[in-house]
């Protein structure tokens, strides 16, 4: 148990290390120009197809379930409003959150544990380049800014896939789906999901390139440092959910 603790506290404390670098380094932000765009390539354009994918599901599924919860408490002219609500504000930016969270963050951590292991982090170094500032900060950088890009595309997917399905199988117009998103439309409602984006991609990708960035043991190592930012960098995004929620709509 104490073993345990003194590895967390070591973590936790790297964790911070790493950040108060990072922050340091923004001075210096316009020499990582090339690996910024890089990154953001990776982290957003990368992630296009498969967010799209999934929110279309998302937007099916929302219609179908939606419409059985209120079919006998409320008219189903309401079904946009609801499912639109519940995509701004909850699923569009989670259920981006977790997907990119798998894809991305395990590709960042893999990338940079195996810079570790193979030593070329400490070539860096040794030719006087800021590690930190050259492999970490586009990274943290490219989530801050695409997440709330990937949520925008989601939300808009999702909410057009629910009002087709709407409209093929349960007889709702597109005239009376969209009259009720824009009836009871709060800009909270859009902004608050957003927020909520900025903090998760910030979480991905600060925590996927921690454990990449401190990966050890070979292979092996590399693997571990995977799994654990796939496994954490969800965790927290759940977290930060919780939190964010009760402080924009509690």
Known sequence: ?????????????????LLW???LALKEIKKIKRPLIDQLEFFGVRSVF?????SSFIGMVSSVQTAYQIKDYAPLDLLGMGVAKVVM???????TALIVAGRVGAGMAAELGTMRITEQIDALETLG???????????????IIM????????????IMSSAIISALYLDIPFSVFFSGIRTYFYPIDLFGGLTKSVVFGFLIA????????????G??????????????????????????GVLIYG
């Open 219 to 244: 292979a092996k190592g590399v693997g571990i440092a995977t799994t654990q930012a796939v496994m954490y960098s969800s965790l927290f995004v759940l977290m930060a959910d919780y939190f964010l």
């Open 21 to 23: 670098e990072s922050l």
């Open 50 to 54: 498969l967010v799209g994918l999934a």
């Open 206 to 217: 600060f925590i996927s390139s921690s454990f990449g960035y401190y990966a050890k043991e």
């Open 1 to 17: 148990m104490l073993g345990l603790l003194k590895l967390a506290a070591k973590g936790t404390g790297q964790a911070f290390i």
């Open 147 to 158: 997440m709330p890009l990937l949520v925008v595309l989601a939300d808009f997917v999702a």
């Open 129 to 143: 380049i800021n590690s930190v500032r050259h492999l970490i900060l586009p990274r943290i950088l490219s989530g």
């Open 89 to 95: 504000m909850e699923l569009g930016p989670v259920i």
